[in-house]
């Protein structure tokens, strides 16, 4: 599945019309978010998490979604589930993702 980039808007319409959600927040400048960027796409179509909407969200342009997850700092990646926030933490250790995406299962 496909990473969704999406502002405000869509990113609540996303919220409400799927179960599990993660999303990455990030920012043109940022070099780690740009390292991340393949790995995170790759989460995307892994098997592992079929059935999880992948989502990317500019925090520097996109308020609403970036105070939805306390985003502190970026790379920022947060879990939702039910249009609730599970997880959210600052980091780019591939590790760590896949630590808070597999708490959607």
Do not use: H
Not at 81 to 101: C, F, P, Q, Y
Request: aromatic share 10%; proline share 3%; hydrophobic share 40%.
């Amino acid at each position: 599945m496909p990473v969704l980039n999406v502002n405000d808007a869509s990113f609540k319409e996303e919220l409400s019309s799927n179960d599990k959600v993660v999303v990455k927040y990030y920012a043109d400048w940022c070099g780690s978010c740009k390292l991340i960027a393949p790995k995170f796409r790759r989460f995307s179509d892994d098997e592992r998490f079929t059935g999880i909407k992948f989502l990317e969200v500019n925090a520097e342009e996109q308020e609403q979604a970036r105070k939805a997850a306390g985003v502190d700092n970026l790379p920022f990646f947060a879990v939702f589930s039910n249009g609730e926030l599970v997880k959210g933490a600052a980091t780019s250790k591939e590790e760590k993702i896949i630590e808070m995406i597999s708490l959607l299962k």
